[in-house]
Structures are given as structure tokens and as C-alpha cells.
């Protein structure tokens, strides 16, 4: 299964062999390049798979299942007699489904030919709008940059790249962030909410329609911005004063100066 | 508030009408220039001079190619609209195309430019000075007269009068739009044909400058834009179109995203021009003004032709004096362009008239207010200086008189600096000011429009233009809609923004929009309903009526009947019905009567269709700390007639909170040594964020005045409400007695404090 490909010089080439983007449940299976290093530091690169975060370890002494290779193998050398070969069924890998007689078996099969999303260098895994991403990514890229240009979710806008505008604004773990200043490669197991997300297909979330009713925006641009930071306010406070939107809002700004409509829209909740 | 008779409209002017993307808005679907091609572009980047003046000697970009992820650089030899010559700190001398847009950025930073440094000249008063060094822009001086105009004789109505009055107003603010989406643009190449998508304010103007710039035919340029991030005439030229064209082309036409990051942004577009003047005044005791000579002086940065010279004319039609003089001389520096914002000269050239005008009430120990309506011209008076040119619809003197009644104004008005002490021992202050405004028709370009009608009796607007803050594109919506006696969610927007298959439906800029894409679609829906009526007389319901014409036929509802008998009609889709695919198309100029005579000026002649604008503010200014906060403030707007009516309130809303922007915040920090702006960010431009605005003090109201040029009677309202922040800076004065001279900048605590001889 494993292709070890021996490379002469030292190269920063990192790329997928299946290109660019993987989304949602075809993250895992999705085979790449693997660089790393030899001890004399030339470098090997090898295809491997990336493997889902879950997946089912099956002991085959006694039937128990575990959730992570590491979780089996401290079962089997507390209970069992590691090493002990199986007679009736093997160990499996889940991934392919391979058997082996022991566990070192097992796990260089996993070793050489699988790597877990979250451990692999430069794949960053995280849940937008309710669907898991698995993506290889940049370690200076921004989360605004990969969610614009990696993810087509346009709806997030940079507008001045250091934090002072709001524009990028998203909900990570349920918190307004700015993902302009956001690395993606530290999103690792959040979940993020975008523009995108707050809508179900034609309906709009009562936020959404109270900017429609009120036509609170004009220009559009800072608008998404200002709709995820109140998402996060309304969910702390359903029934903020006007004041209080002002200050939850502080961080963005409108030049086309719409801010006493977009603060009264918010205000009193939805 | 109607000032002359006019029709019911069924769709123009109507509260419930939504704008009809909002949807796209609130979804995150609003597609703006950069919202494409998603992992398949190439990002560019841009170098900016650490000079203010010279010449590029040299470029060496080899470590920036050697870069990884780094595919090609350009420079001035790759890209039309640059300069070899530097004429101001942070032009563009070079840009890098690489994987993305952090490559592209570091990359940059790797290319040595050398240059030749030359003596340059930042500040305008010294611009202006015999000996200074040229900045270059202009080949022979560092300033123009824009204007100089005579009307009878100044000086002597001036030496004559009762009273006379010699005033100097300091600079106005200079300001970067700093329009939220930062300039940016797509750019690819297929064979020789080049597509663009831009933020435009007007796309098809943008599609002449690349043709002119790469000398193309105009039919293999093809420009699309969408969405528009803000604008306020930052995004009237080709913005950045003929950059990352060039940057495409650079890399064998694959697309190409360049974002400019937002200091860079600032940099290099355009800024507001800095005015100030000096203006005598000659006066009787009681306040009629005799004779006044008005000089104005504006910076207008490194932009030979920046649109200073209309700065005097609010003062020019507002106010009925005999003898006047009026000159406006633009000066030249080696600093950022100036160019259009909001209503261009208004803002600064009211700031200065207005200040000169408060401090000839307080010489003559009148209320402002007073002086003003005594010298007011009357609605629909011609043009003093050139009497063939009326306004179609002016509702200044009522605007006033309204904000007077409205604002309260007589029981809280009182002498500057006196008896004006409130409870919590701020000082309170009131002003009112306003003007014909400069802007309206753009001139009265010609403007086009299409419509086309589906099958099923719906039709679509295809508009040549996009969608800035004020919604444009829905304007000509509801204008066709009247026109076609259609129901407002039976129309709706089909192609728009794009060069290729729309007519030039004109600037969003300078309020002509409304007026000149307005009066384009009102002919393209007259022209589409000619023919619709045409096959309608043809259809079951109306053929059997004997001797019917299309003259015998209305509309309404979406349904064409007969006018006779109105039981007798027809639904448009019905009209559609076994009928051929329909269009409509039309053009226009707002410059000529249309609805009504004027004046002197009859009907179907040429004349103008210009805003105008009232404003008043009522402050409270905190004699320890300097700071001033606007209690209330009013805007009123004449718009001739309220197309859609949403969006003309979120203008006018928006209006006034950019007026109070103009006044107490916004800002720029400059060395002037090196002509480095020190301030091109947010934070350090002081934009104002929800913290600056209480938000509940801002009224607005809407003027009809009717406009005899518009279509429908509209003159667009998109920059007027925004020019008179002189109310703020004339509040303030009428608090404490003592003017705060804004001096480039916002009236800021300390500069309060310094006035009131505190700091």
C-alpha cells in the first residue's frame, strides 16, 4: 500500500496528490504526500491516508472496542500478554480491514500507511457550519484566507487584515473572533460558524430576517461581520439594550455609516 | 413635504418596497469583486515609494522571484497607469504575483527599489510660496485657477457698504475614503480578450479606462462588477482593473486576485481635499449682503486635475448678492490624490462659507439664521451668473424654514458663548446651515437602460451599473415598474454590472444615478411598453373592442387596461402569451424639463438637476475635557421625488452620521519631511465605530421638490446629505464663542480645549 519515494534534494514541496480541498466525510480516505525526514536529512515522501477521527479498535482477546489505537494498546498490555499471538481472530485494522497476528503488526501497518488528521503536520481539522473540514493548510495562513479562498465561503470579508474593522468576524466555539488574525492551523477541533451557516437553505434565521425587515445595511460588506457578533450576543443576552449592542459591536466598523440602524435592528433581540 | 403638484405613484416612493438584494446581503451571497475563483487564482500584491518626490532608478526584484510560491514581479514598464516619476510617498513602483496573498506580501517587502530623490514640497502653503520647489504634477506651477468669476463689482459694492468684514477660514480636513472593502480586483486573460471583475461605481467608465490604458478594442474588454464596498467616489475609475490586468498578463493570463491590504489601500486612492479661504464680505447693519470676494484655496495632493474648483458654489447660488467675485486656485503637492468623495466640493467649500457666513451674523450681532433667510434666493431662480441655467427643483429656503420649526431652533438659539450653560455645565450650542448643491445631473450625460419582459409576464431590469451603499440598481427597478404599471415583485433585477450586455446606466457618483440611469430606464420601460400594449390590443379580453389603439390602453397592477372601461383587461402574462421575446431600451439626459416648466425655461429645454441640502446640529461641548457630543441632528434632503424610499432614508441616516464623521473624527497623520502618512489605518485615521454614535438623536426628512429635468421628478440624494457638517463646526462655535479652526483635521478635545484658551 505504501509508496516510499526517495527524494536527492531538500524541498519544501507540500502538496496533495488529490488536490486542494477535502470537505465533510470525503476528509477521510483522501491520500496525500507525506513529507518528512530521513535521520541523514534528505527527504521521504511517502502516500498515506488520512484517517478519520474516530474509527473502532477491536481487541480480539475479549471483544472489547476502543476508540484510538492507543487506547487498545494500553488495554492489551494491561490485561493481555502483548505479544501473544491470536488464534481465533486477529487484530484489524478499521481502516482497511487488513488482519494481523499482533499488535506491533497492527500498528506498523498503521504507521506506514495511515495518519490521524489531527497529528499530521499541516492538516488542521475543524467543523464549519455543522460539517467536518479536514484540510492541509499553511501554518501562516488565516482562517478568513482559508475560509475565502479553500472553502469558496465567500460570505466572511477581510477588510483591513489587523483586527480594527470586524468585517471577518466568525463564532468559533460560540465566541466573535476575528479570523483575519486567526491562524488556521490553530483551529484544530473548533467549530466554527460562518455568514453561511446562520440560514437553513431559503429560510432565513430570525436575525437574518430582522436585517431584511429593518434593511439594516447598505453596501452589504461589513454587514455579515455584524451579524455574527450579534448571533453571539443574542445568545448571552436574547434582550440587549441599545447600549449594550453598541458595546458588543464596538470592534466593527461601517464606513458606509449605517451604525444607528444596524445597532437598533439588533437591539431588543429577535 | 410636496412643493409642487405632482401624481400619485403606485411603486416610486413607497416605505414597504425591500430592497431587493437583501437577501443576497444577509446571506453572505453579496458577491463582491474578490468573492470568486476559490483555489483557482493567483494573488498579487503591491510595492509602494518610501520617496516623495523622484525617479526610479533602479529595480531589482531577484530576491523576491527566488521566493517560493513567487511567479513573476511588474513594474511601471508592465503596468499603464504607473509612474516612473514619483511624485508623492507610497505611490506604486512594483507588485509580485505568487500562490497567495502572504507570499505576495513578504515578497514585496524583498524587492530593492533605488531612486532618485528630488526636492519636493508637502505642505500647501508652501506649495504656494514664490521659489518652492515644483512638485511636479503641473509642468510650470504648483497652482491653477480653477475659477475666478466676477458678477458686477465687488470691490466697490464691499468699499461701499456699511459694513465691511474680512474673514479667513483655516483648512478643512483632509480624510482617506477608506472605503471598508479595500481595493481589490479579479483579472484574467483568454487569448487577447481580458475579463475583470471590480468594485465600480461606474463599470462602464472603468471598461474605458483599460481600453485606453492597454489600447485594446473595447470588444475584447470585458468588466463585470457586482457588490461595491462602500465607494463614495473612490471607486469611479478603473480600481485596480488595469493592475492586476497587467499582473494577469504578466503570468500568461491566469487570474489574478489583487488586494491592496488597507494601508496600501489608503495610500494610493484617493483622498479629500483640505480648503480654506478668505472671504470679505460687504453688508448693510441689518444683514443684507451687498458685495462679498471669495477665494478659496485647495490641496489637491499629487492630482493635477483634482475637482476642487466648484468649491464656492453653494455660496454662489444660494445667497442673492449682486456683486461678487468668486476664485477658487488649486494647489499641487507631493502627498496622495485628492479626488472625489461625497459630494466633492461641497463638504469643504460649505465648511468654509458657512464658518464665514456665522462669523458675519456674530460681527453684526444677528442670529445666523436671520442673516441667512434675508439674503436666500428663492426656490426655482435662475442662475445669477449664467440666467439661461435654472434649477429643475431647489427646496433649500423651505428646508431651512422647515429645520427652523423642526429643530426648535428659535427657543434654543442664543448669542455665541452666552447664556447657554446646561445642567450638567456643558455648553450648548445650535446651528443650521445649507445650499444648492454642485452635484444632481452630472450634467446631464446620456444614460441607458434595458428591460426585458419573461413569458410569464414578469420582467427584468438589466442595469449598467452595480451596487454601491445607496442601491442604484433598485432605483431603476422601481422605476420601471411605475412605468409599466407593474406590481414592485413582478420586476426584478436580471444582468447588471456587466459592460458586456447592459448600457452605460452612468456614475453612482455626484447623485446622477438617479437622475441619468433613472431617466435611461424611464425611456427603455416606455419603449417596452409601446410594444407591449402593441400585442395586447392583439390578445382575447381587448381585440373584440372596436377601434382600439394602444393610446386607449394603461396599466396597473401588472395588468394593461382599457382605459374606457377598465372592467376590460389583461394580465402581462397574458400579454406574453404566444407573443415573441420583448425588450425594451432607452436613453437619456436629466438636463432637460421634462415635467413642467421652469422659470424661464420651457418645457423640453436644457436645464440642471441638482441636490441641495439643509443640515442642523445641536451640541453640547464639555468646557473641561474639550469634548463635543451632537445632542441632535437634522438632515434635510430634497430628492425631487423619492424613488425608493428605503434606501433613501438609510442615505440620509448615514448622512448625517458621516457629517459628524467629517467634523469630530476623521483624520490624518502625516511627517511632513517625508510626505509619509503615518495614519493609514482605522485606528490611527480615527474612524468612528458604534461608541461615537448614540444613535437615537438623528432625524431626517425628505424634500419633494419636484424636479422639472428628473425622471419622475427625482434628483438623487446620494451626496447632499452629507455636506453639511459646517452645521457640527458652527454648533460648536455658537456653544462656546470661539471657533475651532479644524486645521486638516477633526474638531478634536484638544483642539476645543485651544480655542477656549485652555491648552
Not at chain 2, 332 to 349: E, F, H, I, K, L
Not at chain 2, 592 to 610: I, Y
Not at chain 2, 612 to 619: M, P
Request: include cysteine; glycine fraction near 10%.
Amino acid at each position: 500500500m505504501s509508496e516510499i519515494e526517495e527524494t536527492k534534494q531538500i524541498s519544501r514541496r507540500q502538496f496533495l496528490k488529490n488536490a486542494g480541498i477535502v470537505v465533510g466525510g470525503t476528509a477521510v480516505g483522501s491520500s496525500f504526500i507525506l513529507a518528512a525526514c530521513k535521520g541523514d536529512a534528505s527527504e521521504v515522501t511517502k502516500t498515506v491516508t488520512v484517517t478519520s477521527a474516530t474509527a473502532t479498535f477491536k481487541c480480539p482477546y475479549d471483544g472489547q472496542e476502543f476508540d484510538t489505537f492507543a487506547a487498545l494498546q494500553a488495554h492489551v498490555e494491561e490485561k493481555h500478554q502483548e505479544g501473544d499471538a491470536v488464534t481465533i481472530t486477529k487484530f484489524v485494522s478499521p481502516y482497511d480491514g487488513k488482519e494481523f497476528d499482533t499488535l506491533e503488526a497492527l500498528k506498523a501497518h498503521l504507521d506506514a500507511n495511515f495518519v490521524s488528521a489531527e497529528s499530521a503536520p499541516g492538516i488542521v481539522s475543524f467543523v464549519v457550519n455543522g460539517k467536518p473540514v479536514t484540510l492541509k493548510v499553511e501554518d501562516y495562513w488565516t482562517l478568513d484566507f482559508i475560509l475565502r479562498d479553500r472553502l469558496a465561503l465567500y460570505g466572511t470579508k477581510n477588510g483591513c487584515g489587523v483586527g480594527q474593522c470586524g468585517a471577518c468576524t466568525v463564532l468559533i466555539d460560540g465566541v466573535p473572533t476575528f479570523s483575519c488574525l486567526t491562524l488556521g492551523i490553530e483551529c484544530g477541533g473548533k467549530t466554527i460558524e460562518t455568514i453561511e451557516g446562520l440560514s437553513n437553505g431559503t429560510n432565513l434565521s430570525p436575525l437574518q430576517q430582522k436585517f431584511v425587515d429593518k434593511e439594516a445595511f447598505q453596501c452589504g460588506f461589513c454587514t455579515p461581520g455584524f451579524i455574527m457578533a450579534a448571533k453571539a450576543l443574542l445568545a448571552e443576552n436574547p434582550n440587549p439594550t441599545v447600549d449594550e449592542v453598541r458595546e458588543a459591536v464596538s470592534g466593527h466598523i461601517c464606513t458606509c455609516h449605517n451604525f444607528k440602524n444596524t445597532i437598533t435592528t439588533i437591539a431588543g433581540g429577535v | 413635504m410636496a412643493l409642487v403638484e405632482r401624481p400619485e405613484m403606485k411603486v416610486i416612493g413607497k416605505l414597504e418596497n425591500p430592497d431587493k438584494l437583501a437577501y443576497h446581503v444577509v446571506t453572505g451571497n453579496a458577491d463582491f469583486a474578490s468573492d470568486r475563483l476559490a483555489g483557482r487564482k493567483l494573488y498579487g500584491a503591491i510595492k509602494c515609494s518610501t520617496i516623495m518626490k523622484g525617479v526610479i532608478t533602479k529595480i531589482d526584484a531577484t530576491k523576491a522571484l527566488a521566493e517560493p510560491g513567487v511567479k513573476a514581479v511588474v513594474t511601471h514598464e508592465d503596468v499603464p497607469s504607473w509612474k516612473e516619476g514619483i511624485f508623492f510617498w507610497g505611490q506604486p513602483v512594483a507588485g509580485v504575483i505568487a500562490d497567495d496573498p502572504f507570499i505576495a506580501e513578504r515578497a514585496c517587502n524583498l524587492i530593492e527599489v533605488e531612486y532618485e530623490d528630488r526636492p519636493g514640497v508637502f505642505d500647501p502653503d508652501e506649495a504656494m510660496k514664490s521659489g518652492a520647489p515644483l512638485t511636479g504634477i503641473r509642468p510650470d506651477s504648483n497652482t491653477n485657477l480653477a475659477t475666478n468669476l466676477d458678477r458686477g463689482d465687488p470691490d466697490t459694492a464691499i468699499a461701499n457698504a456699511p459694513v465691511q468684514l474680512e474673514t479667513t477660514q483655516g483648512y478643512t480636513t483632509t480624510y482617506q475614503h477608506a472605503t471598508l472593502e479595500p481595493h481589490q480586483s479579479v483579472s484574467w486573460w483568454v487569448g487577447d480578450n481580458l475579463y475583470s471583475w471590480i468594485p465600480s461605481q461606474h463599470i462602464h467608465g472603468a471598461k474605458n479606462s483599460v481600453v485606453n490604458a492597454f489600447g485594446m478594442p473595447a470588444n475584447k474588454v470585458h468588466l463585470f462588477t457586482h457588490f461595491t464596498g462602500c465607494g463614495h467616489g473612490d471607486k469611479t475609475g478603473d480600481n485596480t482593473a488595469i493592475e492586476s490586468a497587467a499582473m494577469s498578463r504578466k503570468v500568461n493570463g491566469a487570474p489574478v486576485n489583487l488586494i491592496k491590504t488597507r494601508q496600501k489601500s489608503m495610500l494610493t486612492h484617493s483622498w479629500m481635499f483640505a480648503i480654506k479661504s478668505e472671504i470679505k464680505w460687504g453688508a448693510t447693519a441689518d444683514g443684507e449682503i451687498l458685495g462679498v470676494d471669495a477665494k478659496f484655496y485647495g490641496d489637491g495632493g499629487s492630482n493635477a486635475m483634482a475637482p476642487i474648483g466648484n468649491c464656492h458654489f453653494g455660496l454662489r447660488t444660494t445667497y442673492d448678492i449682486p456683486d461678487a467675485r468668486f476664485q477658487v486656485t488649486t494647489i499641487t503637492t507631493n502627498s496622495p490624490a485628492r479626488g472625489y468623495w461625497r459630494c466633492v466640493n461641497d463638504p469643504p467649500g460649505a465648511c468654509n462659507y458657512d464658518r464665514a457666513l456665522y462669523k458675519l451674523a456674530a460681527h453684526l450681532d444677528m442670529d445666523p439664521y436671520q442673516l441667512i433667510m434675508k439674503n436666500i434666493r428663492e426656490n426655482d431662480a435662475p442662475d445669477l451668473d449664467a440666467p439661461y441655467r435654472v434649477w429643475g427643483g431647489i427646496a433649500v429656503k423651505d428646508m431651512f424654514e422647515w429645520l427652523h420649526e423642526e429643530s426648535g431652533y428659535a427657543g434654543k438659539w442664543h448669542k455665541p458663548g452666552e447664556g447657554n450653560v446646561m445642567d450638567d455645565g456643558r455648553l450648548h450650542g445650535i446651528a443650521i446651515t445649507g445650499h444648492w448643491d454642485s452635484h444632481g445631473s452630472v450634467n446631464g450625460a446620456s444614460r441607458g437602460g434595458i428591460v426585458t419582459m419573461c413569458p410569464d409576464g414578469t420582467a427584468l431590469v438589466n442595469v449598467g451599473g452595480g451596487r454601491g451603499p445607496s442601491g442604484g440598481p433598485i432605483t431603476c427597478v422601481h422605476i420601471v415598474a411605475e412605468t409599466l404599471g407593474m406590481k414592485y415583485e413582478d420586476v426584478g433585477l436580471g444582468d447588471w454590472g456587466a459592460t458586456d450586455t447592459t448600457l452605460d446606466a452612468g456614475i453612482q457618483a455626484g447623485s446622477g444615478f438617479t437622475s441619468g440611469a433613472g431617466t435611461g430606464f424611464l425611456n427603455a420601460a416606455l419603449d417596452l411598453r409601446g410594444k407591449l400594449f402593441s400585442y395586447a390590443i392583439q390578445k382575447a379580453g381587448l381585440r373584440d373592442i372596436e377601434g382600439i389603439t394602444v393610446d386607449d390602453l394603461d396599466a396597473e397592477n401588472s395588468e394593461v387596461f382599457y382605459k374606457k372601461d377598465p372592467t376590460k383587461r389583461i394580465t402581462y402574462r397574458q400579454v406574453m402569451s404566444g407573443t415573441p421575446p420583448l425588450a425594451g431600451s432607452g436613453f437619456g439626459w436629466a438636463s432637460h424639463t421634462k415635467n413642467r416648466a421652469v422659470g424661464n425655461v420651457p418645457l423640453g429645454e436644457v436645464c440642471n438637476s441638482n441636490g441641495n441640502a439643509c443640515s442642523a446640529a445641536e451640541v453640547a461641548v464639555d468646557p473641561e475635557t474639550g469634548e463635543v457630543e451632537v445632542l441632535n441632528h437634522w438632515n434635510a434632503v430634497d430628492t425631487g421625488r423619492t424613488i425608493f424610499k428605503q434606501g433613501t432614508i438609510k442615505e440620509m441616516r448615514s448622512g448625517s452620521e458621516l457629517q459628524i464623521w467629517q467634523a469630530l473624527y476623521s483624520g490624518s497623520i502625516w511627517d511632513k519631511a517625508s510626505g509619509a502618512c503615518l495614519s493609514s489605518n482605522y485606528t490611527e485615521a480615527m474612524m468612528p465605530t458604534s461608541m461615537c454614535f448614540k444613535g437615537e438623536n438623528l432625524h431626517q426628512q425628505d424634500f419633494e421638490s419636484y424636479d422639472a429635468a428628473g425622471p419622475y421628478g427625482a434628483h438623487g440624494i446620494g451626496e447632499p446629505c452629507v455636506t453639511n457638517y459646517s452645521s457640527i463646526i458652527c454648533a460648536i462655535f455658537n456653544a462656546t464663542g470661539k471657533w475651532v479652526e479644524p486645521d486638516k483635521g477633526p474638531c478634536t478635545p484638544d483642539k476645543v480645549l485651544k480655542a477656549l484658551g485652555k491648552a
